[in-house]
């Protein structure tokens, strides 16, 4: 009996050392599940690590825009180094691939990391129980409080709904005044035109022989106005603006008298300077928007005629200056400051912001209120019966792009365009009145020079006949 005992034990013990041989061989599926586990928590945490960047980003966005009181910021993509600088080498790495990562997204470069979403504190899908990943990472100071510049991950700060801040390029700015907030901006702004205009008087036997006499006018203008500025917001969304200006106005004008044989040219000098039409606007926010959807502004202003009207100032008449009989030049002796009309005009203003870039575009309506019973001065204190009077409305529209150079610079481009109607008299069209296209192209910079104070300088280039040759614009807006 136990010899086959003995015989069964010997041949049945190279099979069990081979099961044991097997069951210490390595579990390679197991240990590449343990990898992917880790691999999951990793990417947890590189999300974690991604999200706190993007608060931190957005925080220190709302600062600046706020204009409040702090350290020197950091440049970008740098904020968040010193804060997690005591996390170890594998913190700082984890924080520069979250950085590239969120970077790349918001750049649209299409190099984003995929980064895996769960819940705060849930585990990896396929990690072991009781192994959940830790995704709320809360600096602390060395009080042992969190801080509370450093949001907890999953709880981002307000969004601000507030329009980007581009370089100014046309009367209206696009971002609004924060609630309580004032500015106070003044502002210079140069233009200067030329024109010739050649009037036939006669008729032609042939295209090359004029019988009758040639009027030749050559004005060249320049206009400097000074302007101040005081804009509040009343609530986050809903700011109001007074304007003030004051104008200087010199023209030249060389021409040869109508209706006369002689050659010699004269020179016509007249300037004016006074105060100019008042403005009060007002602002408001249409909508909340953000990095995908457009900003929508609308306005309203309303321009008085504080300034010096165009029919109180003496014009170089003896008795008419328009018709068969008209005497003189029928120019202004003395130029007005103001328009002489109260005027009115709704705007819609749209910001789109795509980083880096800030699109933009206008358009808006200028009702010019009609008057009636008006006169014009002549020379002798005589006045020339105009009757009803209705200037031609404006119809507006503006666009132009906006580009951040770095946090304190950036840089505009854009499109101005005016279309005026005929002006009217007595319910008739003006004889020698067509309806006149502005055109000017823009450019701007601006540069923050401290937290409460910029400077915004803009050059336009008239591209039609009627517009200005140049213009030059510079503004100081100072907050508190």
Known sequence: MQKPLVLSVLLL???????????????????????????????????????????????????????????????????????????????????????????????????????????????????????????????????????????????????????????????????????????????????????????LVGYTVIPALLIGLVDVREVKRSTTTATLSLRGGLTNRLEIEAKVPYVYRSDATVSREIFTGTAVENVFNTSGKAVGDAELGLRYQLNHGGPDSAFYVGGLRVKSRTGRDPFSVVTDCVQRCVGPNATGTGLPLTLPTGSGFYSIQPSLTALFPSDPAVFFGSISYLHNIKRTHLSRTVLGGEHEYLGEVAPGDIIGLNFGMGLGLNDKASFSIGYDHNSIARTRQNGVAVPGSVRTQLGTLLLGYSYRLSDKRSIYVSVGAGLTRDTPDVSLTVRLPTSW
Do not use: C, I, W
Request: proline content about 12%.
């Open 13 to 199: 013990a190279p099979l069990a050392l081979a099961q044991a041989s097997t069951a210490r061989t390595p579990n390679y599926p197991a240990q590449l599940r343990a990898l992917k586990q880790q691999l999951a928590r990793q990417h947890v945490l590189l999300a974690a690590l991604a999200r706190e960047l993007a608060a931190q980003r957005v925080l220190l966005d709302q600062t600046r825009a706020q204009h409040v009181p702090a350290s020197t910021p950091a440049p970008a993509g740098r904020g968040v180094a010193p804060a997690l600088s005591d996390r170890g080498t594998g913190a700082r790495a984890d924080t520069m691939v979250a950085t590239d990562a969120v970077l790349a997204a918001q750049r649209g470069t299409g190099n984003s990391v995929q980064l895996a979403s769960s819940e705060p504190g849930a585990a990896p899908p396929d990690a072991p129980a009781g192994a959940a990943a830790s995704t709320h990472v809360v600096e602390e100071n060395p009080s042992g409080k969190p801080s509370p510049s450093m949001p907890a991950v999953g709880k981002p700060p307000k969004r601000d709904t507030r329009p980007p801040e581009v370089a100014p390029l046309f009367e209206q700015p696009g971002v609004l005044t924060p609630k309580g907030k004032l500015v106070f901006e003044p502002a210079l702004q140069f233009g200067y035109s030329s024109s010739n205009r050649v009037a």
